[in-house]
């Protein structure tokens, strides 16, 4: 019994350090740039800037898309999957879409790269764009997501909105910030543009 506890606490100790090293390594990962410009009860308003994105259109298994299949195809762009085999650095958030827009998936691409700077992907289904800049409505919340976790925040964004007499103007999207196997500091956003006027 002593052994199996000993074990049990170094796997433990283990864990914890595997935990807080990709936690810095989470906040070194470059991140999509945005302004705050105003903080409501529950929610921000950003200004979003355009931004370069590889988005993947794909047929989904259900109302939340094919979510692990779209991450693969969109990886394996960046890892090297296009015509110069060139590979690009991950970024932070992925963006995943909501409801009807589920089977949408996007990644930041960095912001050193102009749009014809990048390399064609491999795969025609992967667009190349650049993202609509404006004004969003960001709901933040940490810990691990989940479609019924996304559509009940999702809900409560719509609820402060409409509280608060913002109009929604595009579709809502779930960003997620972390590796599947980051277990502490975990931050996720409900994203919407909406109409915002200074």
Do not use: C
């Amino acid at each position: 019994m002593k052994t199996i506890g000993i074990v049990f606490i170094l796997l433990t100790l283990v864990f914890l350090i595997i935990s807080y090293m990709s936690a810095a390594a989470n906040r070194k990962t470059e991140r999509q740039q945005y302004n705050v410009v105003k903080k409501e009860n529950g929610f921000e308003i950003r200004f979003y800037p355009k931004t370069l994105m590889a988005t993947l259109h794909a047929s989904a298994n259900d109302k939340h898309g094919n979510k692990n299949n779209n991450f693969r195809t969109l990886a394996g762009y960046i890892f090297g999957g296009n015509k110069d085999n060139t590979k690009i650095a991950m970024t932070a958030p992925v963006y995943m879409g909501i409801g009807q827009n589920a089977d949408k998936m996007s990644f930041v691409l960095p912001a050193q790269y102009k749009i014809n700077e990048l390399p064609q992907p491999n795969d025609t289904s992967i667009d190349i764009h650049y993202s609509d800049e404006g004004y969003y409505a960001a709901y933040s919340f940490g810990g691990f997501s989940s479609n019924d976790k996304i559509e009940i925040k999702e809900n409560e964004l719509k609820e402060l909105l409409s509280k608060n007499g913002y109009e929604v103007i595009g579709p809502f999207y779930y960003l997620g910030y972390n590796a599947p196997w980051d277990i502490i500091n975990r931050e996720n956003d409900i994203l919407v543009k909406i109409k915002y006027n200074k």
